[in-house]
């Protein structure tokens, strides 16, 4: 069963991205953009065994782990979309557990929203803290899922930071390597 999203009628739902929402929304909403979401910070932190890997070839797939700071994109739901984009979020996000909502201000230049957050839900297995780049390039290489490449998913994420004015020195860092790891002839079993 996949849990519900609950938000204030009265209140405007803006929903952040940090990873592949920021690319694919999927969703109706009115406007997008730029935003900084403080006290957490985007991190390849969730072995993905169905979206970006499967159970013998896991990928990894970002969540907002705590501490720091992230940019990312907001987006601005109409009211006559709010309960079908919350209803498509929760089974889109909440279907594994791998996260849970928090309202939590986001800052869009010199203004404040309270917004809809994914965090990670550190204590499910999927949860894998801090890696080294070389395991997060393993990782990226090998995971292919239901929603395709990892590696798709970190050079879409990283393409779409960029087009934002973000330079992740450490994602665009992971994402040579991961590159050149793709270049390798693969052994054969």
Known sequence: MVPTIEWPAAQALWVFAYGSLMWNPDFAFVSAHPARLYGYHRSFCIRSISYRGTPERPGLVFGLDSGGSCVGRVYEVADRYKAKVL??????????????????????????????????????????????????????????????????????????LRELGVHDHALERLLKVAAKQREKPKHQA
């Not at 979020?89 to 986001?106: F, G, M, S």
């Not at 010199?110 to 390039?137: H, I, T």
């Not at 990782?139 to 899922?145: I, K, L, N, P, S």
């Open 87 to 160: 209803d498509y979020l929760a089974w889109r996000e909440l279907r594994i557990e791998t996260y849970v909502t928090r309202r939590h201000p986001v800052w869009i230049g010199g203004r404040k929203v309270e917004a809809l957050c994914f965090v990670v839900n550190r204590y499910v297995s999927q949860y894998m803290g801090r890696l080294s780049v070389a395991a997060m390039a393993t990782y990226v290489d090998q995971g292919v899922g239901e929603r395709g490449p990892c590696f798709d998913y970190l050079e879409s994420t990283v393409t779409n």
